[in-house]
């Protein structure tokens, strides 16, 4: 707590300069006649200046003189300086009236001199009291004002108070709340102790009946194990029963469809018993229509008889007619009769025979069906152990056949390198976009083929101003060259990613050559989709088909565009285009791991499963890089572009794997310094795409010459693609040129730096790259 302290008053109001001061005044009241300050004093000085005025001019100079001429100037210190005076005696001879008139003149003097002394004095106590007034008047203000400041302390220190005392109060209850819980708590917790000790009893009690549990329940697990041991023997018996019923049902089925095929036999045989029985029926009917038939016969014999004996001359021949009808009849009838009894004969014994058969076919099949099962079941068995030796068979052959495809394949992979590295690790490609009619007429004198055997689709003549210029590189595509048929040498690329390896394929030259269009190509048409599209297309085509060699692909993507020497991450969700609120303040590093893969921080990567994941991120990738081109107002790209796949392969049969990286890069517009006319940031942006491309073309001329020091330079583009750069990695460039005219100096300038990169000018000879100790050059 603070204490209080009044502020110091000043003890010595009349210290040096308030005495200068109160004898300054003094001086002024000889001169001038001031009001009274002090009435009193006043009066006493008046009187004495009355007494001494009489001769106060002369006087005064007498005094001087006077003490001048005795010598002893008096000074009044003190008080007893005064009464020492004032008890001065005069001591003259009685009629010495001079001497008594000096001395008293003398005295006189020293009178004078003590009241001017004490009118100082006098004075100087005024000033003190006026001042000390003054001080106190200021120390009163003070002190009102300390009142009212304390007052108003004391206010709020009584507010304070009451308030304290008010916790106080809430605060003895809760004590006193807190000292009836604490009893409680005591007399709860001596329960709990009672309890406590009622527990521990209890708690041995169930210790001991623990111990028992426990026995109990480890002869209940032996009981269990051994349970489940039965379980297990009665689930191997279920099982072995399971395989018997089903043996058995596959009998039943067996012998179900022999009692189909007896029934069905019987079936036929009652049917066709039905037929005989038909048969005699018909018979039968035959025989009564013979009957019917004889009985006319008799009656027409009657008539022929009743004729006869009318008509005697054809008697004969109807009698002989009728005799042989007769005959006929009788034997007929003889027939029938003997057919009759046959038949009834046989459906008889038929019948007798069926249910014969049927009885001797159920005493019979019964032990027969036994037979059958049992020679079922033994073909069954014989039949699984032949499928099992010849799945064994199968399962050795698909095992050499697959070690073969795994051969082949390895050799297929082998094979293809090598043709790939015969061809060249580092290829340079010339791509030569058709004219555009943009109001320009093209007179085609610029860029010519040669046709020479050697040259023919390698190489290409430019004609500049006077002079003409060859340049050959290992494939030359015309304007007239699709987008399939530069596909078809990527592809190869491509097939080497998925191999495992490191592959870079760059698209190189001045502004509108035709760098993107050969990267991405025009998304709207399927003919025209770039190298980036139709890679990606054959990745997930070759993976899908590898599948069923067991072989499991993870692809990643990730693009990102170099502008000015700083990372844009083309794929950040939400990115809004260019500046550091573009990366949301994420830092793109670049580094490089023990494998050789390349990491770059707070890149966005995405994992890609089909053609429409990377058609989106291609679609978010251009969105983004048009949205930075626009806020930079940038007339065509001024970055390069990367896009990347990350290929990880694993083979689950044979447990081999495989990690290619594919680089696809959009490299920016070259433009010459000199010729480009940049001021400020442009010339800034124009130096930096310089500085890059010529750190790129050194290393990738460098490798080319197998040299050992790579100069990797202070560039983020070479620093990035490091690890994919020379050893058996491999790079491909494609040199975009434009046919107009008037950008010849651009093209020619295009060529030479692709020529430079492949050290393929004509007279220059082609070398390979071998493998290179890469030099970590951290920009
Ligand atoms: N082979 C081709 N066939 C048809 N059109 C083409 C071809 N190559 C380029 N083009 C067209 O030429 C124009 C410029 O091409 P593109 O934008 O690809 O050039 P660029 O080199 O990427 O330019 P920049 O450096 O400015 O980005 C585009 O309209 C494109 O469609």
Redesign the pocket.
């Not at 003190?128 to 108003?152: C, I, P, V, Y």
């Not at 009619?437 to 006077?466: C, E, H, K, M």
């Not at 994919?724 to 020619?748: I, Q, W, Y």
């Given at each position: 707590m603070s204490s209080f302290r009044p502020p110091t008053t000043p003890r010595s109001p009349l210290k040096k300069e308030n005495f200068d001061e109160a004898s300054k005044r003094r001086r002024v009241g000889l001169t001038k006649t001031t009001g009274p300050a002090n009435p009193r004093a006043r009066s006493v000085l008046s009187t004495i200046n009355a007494g001494a005025g009489v001769n106060a001019g002369a006087q005064s100079d007498n005094m001087s003189d006077a003490a001048s001429t005795n010598g002893s100037l008096i000074e009044f210190t003190c008080k007893e300086d005064v009464e020492r005076l004032l008890a001065e005696k005069l001591r003259t001879k009685k009629n010495d009236i001079k001497g008594k008139c000096e001395q008293q003149s003398e005295y006189i003097k020293k009178l004078r001199l003590c009241i001017t002394w004490t009118m100082e004095q006098v004075d100087s106590y005024l000033a003190e009291q006026e001042s000390l007034k003054t001080n106190l008047e200021g120390e009163q203000k003070r002190h009102s004002e300390l009142e009212s400041a304390l007052s108003d302390k004391i206010s709020q220190l009584t507010a304070t108070l009451e308030e304290l005392m008010r916790e106080m109060n809430s605060i003895q209850e809760a004590l006193k709340k807190e000292e009836a819980r604490k009893i409680a708590a005591i007399e709860a917790y001596e329960n709990e102790k009672s309890l406590k000790q009622v527990a521990d009893s209890s708690l041995a009690n169930l210790r001991e009946e623990l111990e028992k549990v426990r026995e109990e329940a480890k002869w209940v697990r032996d009981q269990l194990k051994m349970v489940q041991d039965n379980s297990k023997r009665l689930q191997e018996y279920n099982t072995s029963l399971q395989q018997y019923n089903s043996n058995l049902q596959e009998d039943k089925a067996k012998h179900e469809e022999t009692i189909e095929k007896l029934s069905r036999e019987k079936n036929a045989m009652s049917e066709y018993n039905c037929n005989l029985k038909d048969q005699v029926g018909s018979l039968r009917l035959q025989l009564a229509a013979s009957q019917s038939s004889q009985q006319e016969a008799l009656s027409q014999r009657d008539n022929l008889r009743d004729q006869l004996q009318t008509v005697t001359a054809a008697c004969n021949t109807a009698c002989a007619k009728v005799e042989s009808l007769e005959a006929q009849l009788e034997s007929v009838k003889e027939t029938l009769t003997k057919q009759l009894e046959l038949v009834t004969f046989e459906a008889s014994e038929l019948e007798v025979c069926f249910v014969c058969m049927y009885i001797t076919a159920v005493i019979i099949c019964v032990p027969i069906l036994c037979q059958l099962a049992d020679s079922s079941g033994v073909q069954a068995i014989t039949r699984f152990e032949n499928a099992d030796r010849t799945i064994r068979d199968l399962r050795e052959q698909l095992a050499r056949a697959e070690a073969r495809i795994s051969e082949g394949e390895a050799l297929r992979k082998r094979l293809h390198n090598t043709i790939l590295e015969l061809k060249g690790n580092i290829r340079v490609f010339c791509?030569v976009?058709?004219f555009?009619t943009d109001g320009n007429v093209y007179d085609g004198s610029a860029i010519s083929f040669p046709t020479s055997t050697d040259l023919v689709g390698r190489g290409i003549d430019l004609a500049n101003q006077t002079q003409k210029y060859s340049f050959a590189f290992d494939r030359v595509f015309g304007?007239d060259s699709s987008q399939q048929d530069v596909f078809v040498e990527i592809s190869q690329l491509v097939q080497s990613a998925l191999d495992g390896y490191k592959v870079c394929i760059f698209a190189y030259?001045q502004?509108?050559?035709?760098?993107?269009?050969?990267m991405m190509g025009?998304q709207s048409s399927e003919g025209e989709k770039g190298m980036i599209p139709r890679s990606l297309h054959q990745i997930f085509k070759t993976t899908r088909a590898l599948t069923s060699e067991g072989w499991e692909y993870c692809i990643q993507a990730s693009m990102l565009e170099i502008y000015n020497e700083t990372i844009r991450d083309l794929l950040l969700p939400g990115r809004p285009g260019v500046g550091p609120e573009a990366s949301n303040g994420k830092q793109y590093n670049i580094k490089h791991d023990a494998n050789g893969n390349t990491i770059v921080s707070d890149l966005t990567i995405e994992d890609v499963h089909s053609q429409e994941d990377v058609d989106r991120i291609l679609r978010q990738a251009e969105q983004s890089r048009s949205v930075g081109r626009t806020q930079m107002n940038e007339q065509?790209?001024r970055s390069h572009c990367v896009f990347t796949l990350r290929i990880s392969g694993v083979n689950k049969k044979t447990e081999q794997q495989v990690q290619g990286v594919l680089n696809l890069i959009?490299l920016?517009?070259s433009e010459r310094l000199a010729k480009s006319g940049a001021t400020g940031d442009r010339l800034k942006e124009t130096q930096a795409i310089n500085k890059s491309l010529s750190a790129l073309s050194d290393v990738i001329f460098s490798l080319a010459k197998k040299e050992d020091h790579v100069p990797f330079r202070n560039s983020k583009l070479t620093y990035l693609l490091q690890p994919c750069l020379g050893g058996d990695s491999k790079t491909l460039m494609f040199v975009?040129v434009s046919p107009e005219v008037p950008s010849a100096g651009e093209t020619l300038c295009s060529l030479r730096f692709a020529a430079r990169v492949n050290s393929c000018e004509i007279g220059v000879p082609r070398r390979q790259t071998q493998q290179m100790k890469l030099l970590d050059s951290r920009p």
């Amino acid at each position: 707590m603070s204490s209080f302290r009044p502020p110091t008053t000043p003890r010595s109001p009349l210290k040096k300069e308030n005495f200068d001061e109160a004898s300054k005044r003094r001086r002024v009241g000889l001169t001038k006649t001031t009001g009274p300050a002090n009435p009193r004093a006043r009066s006493v000085l008046s009187t004495i200046n009355a007494g001494a005025g009489v001769n106060a001019g002369a006087q005064s100079d007498n005094m001087s003189d006077a003490a001048s001429t005795n010598g002893s100037l008096i000074e009044f210190t003190c008080k007893e300086d005064v009464e020492r005076l004032l008890a001065e005696k005069l001591r003259t001879k009685k009629n010495d009236i001079k001497g008594k008139c000096e001395q008293q003149s003398e005295y006189i003097k020293k009178l004078r001199l003590c009241i001017t002394w004490t009118m100082e004095q006098v004075d100087s106590y005024l000033a003190e009291q006026e001042s000390l007034k003054t001080n106190l008047e200021g120390e009163q203000k003070r002190h009102s004002e300390l009142e009212s400041a304390l007052s108003d302390k004391i206010s709020q220190l009584t507010a304070t108070l009451e308030e304290l005392m008010r916790e106080m109060n809430s605060i003895q209850e809760a004590l006193k709340k807190e000292e009836a819980r604490k009893i409680a708590a005591i007399e709860a917790y001596e329960n709990e102790k009672s309890l406590k000790q009622v527990a521990d009893s209890s708690l041995a009690n169930l210790r001991e009946e623990l111990e028992k549990v426990r026995e109990e329940a480890k002869w209940v697990r032996d009981q269990l194990k051994m349970v489940q041991d039965n379980s297990k023997r009665l689930q191997e018996y279920n099982t072995s029963l399971q395989q018997y019923n089903s043996n058995l049902q596959e009998d039943k089925a067996k012998h179900e469809e022999t009692i189909e095929k007896l029934s069905r036999e019987k079936n036929a045989m009652s049917e066709y018993n039905c037929n005989l029985k038909d048969q005699v029926g018909s018979l039968r009917l035959q025989l009564a229509a013979s009957q019917s038939s004889q009985q006319e016969a008799l009656s027409q014999r009657d008539n022929l008889r009743d004729q006869l004996q009318t008509v005697t001359a054809a008697c004969n021949t109807a009698c002989a007619k009728v005799e042989s009808l007769e005959a006929q009849l009788e034997s007929v009838k003889e027939t029938l009769t003997k057919q009759l009894e046959l038949v009834t004969f046989e459906a008889s014994e038929l019948e007798v025979c069926f249910v014969c058969m049927y009885i001797t076919a159920v005493i019979i099949c019964v032990p027969i069906l036994c037979q059958l099962a049992d020679s079922s079941g033994v073909q069954a068995i014989t039949r699984f152990e032949n499928a099992d030796r010849t799945i064994r068979d199968l399962r050795e052959q698909l095992a050499r056949a697959e070690a073969r495809i795994s051969e082949g394949e390895a050799l297929r992979k082998r094979l293809h390198n090598t043709i790939l590295e015969l061809k060249g690790n580092i290829r340079v490609f010339c791509r030569v976009r058709p004219f555009i009619t943009d109001g320009n007429v093209y007179d085609g004198s610029a860029i010519s083929f040669p046709t020479s055997t050697d040259l023919v689709g390698r190489g290409i003549d430019l004609a500049n101003q006077t002079q003409k210029y060859s340049f050959a590189f290992d494939r030359v595509f015309g304007p007239d060259s699709s987008q399939q048929d530069v596909f078809v040498e990527i592809s190869q690329l491509v097939q080497s990613a998925l191999d495992g390896y490191k592959v870079c394929i760059f698209a190189y030259g001045q502004t509108g050559s035709g760098k993107t269009y050969t990267m991405m190509g025009r998304q709207s048409s399927e003919g025209e989709k770039g190298m980036i599209p139709r890679s990606l297309h054959q990745i997930f085509k070759t993976t899908r088909a590898l599948t069923s060699e067991g072989w499991e692909y993870c692809i990643q993507a990730s693009m990102l565009e170099i502008y000015n020497e700083t990372i844009r991450d083309l794929l950040l969700p939400g990115r809004p285009g260019v500046g550091p609120e573009a990366s949301n303040g994420k830092q793109y590093n670049i580094k490089h791991d023990a494998n050789g893969n390349t990491i770059v921080s707070d890149l966005t990567i995405e994992d890609v499963h089909s053609q429409e994941d990377v058609d989106r991120i291609l679609r978010q990738a251009e969105q983004s890089r048009s949205v930075g081109r626009t806020q930079m107002n940038e007339q065509s790209s001024r970055s390069h572009c990367v896009f990347t796949l990350r290929i990880s392969g694993v083979n689950k049969k044979t447990e081999q794997q495989v990690q290619g990286v594919l680089n696809l890069i959009d490299l920016a517009g070259s433009e010459r310094l000199a010729k480009s006319g940049a001021t400020g940031d442009r010339l800034k942006e124009t130096q930096a795409i310089n500085k890059s491309l010529s750190a790129l073309s050194d290393v990738i001329f460098s490798l080319a010459k197998k040299e050992d020091h790579v100069p990797f330079r202070n560039s983020k583009l070479t620093y990035l693609l490091q690890p994919c750069l020379g050893g058996d990695s491999k790079t491909l460039m494609f040199v975009n040129v434009s046919p107009e005219v008037p950008s010849a100096g651009e093209t020619l300038c295009s060529l030479r730096f692709a020529a430079r990169v492949n050290s393929c000018e004509i007279g220059v000879p082609r070398r390979q790259t071998q493998q290179m100790k890469l030099l970590d050059s951290r920009p």
